[in-house]
């Protein structure tokens, strides 16, 4: 189909109702976050230290005696991999992503994440066993609302971040912003 508008001809593409869909279909998939990573059993991060009950009590903290025993957390390839790149790219295996668990937010709590070099005293330090150094730090109060949970680092076209996948301590979904939570409580 051509027109003509003051003399010069355009060329004008006949568009099908069926085109026309699958060239929205197309722009929202292409708009949709990336699909959650599959999780597999080599992504079970393995519990590299843990400060004992003495010293938790030592440091007058009260802990859950049986964070000890469900001291759990995943770690998926992707924030492995980045772990492991930033360990290398500041030339410190000592490197590590703190995560944590603070009062605030709309739903009662959010996430707080850091990369860091020093380990408290109160830290429970997991590892990816495929992928050294892949350190995620965890203090002993922060464990007893996120054991359990899946760490992942994401690519969008907005930014790249670490983030909590899931997290069998939340009720929902949370917040939109995927930081702020609230517990199961």
Known sequence: MATVVRGRTFLTPAISPAASTSTVAHRRSFASPPPPPQISAADQAILVHAPTPKQLEAME??????????????ITERAGEQLRRIAE???????????????GGCHGYQYTMNVTAKQEPDDFV???????????????????????????YATELIGSSFRIMSNPQAKGAGCGCGVSWEANI
Do not use: M
Request: no cysteine; net charge negative; glycine share 4%.
């Open 61 to 74: 903290l009260e802990v859950d005696p049986e964070v000890f025993r469900q001291a759990k957390l995943v």
């Open 89 to 103: 790219k500041e030339n410190n295996p000592d490197v590590a992503l703190r995560i944590g668990v603070e009062s």
């Open 126 to 152: 997991f590892t990816r066993p495929d992928t050294q150094p892949s350190k995620v730090l965890i203090d002993a109060i922060s464990l007893n609302l996120l054991k359990g949970s899946t760490v992942d």
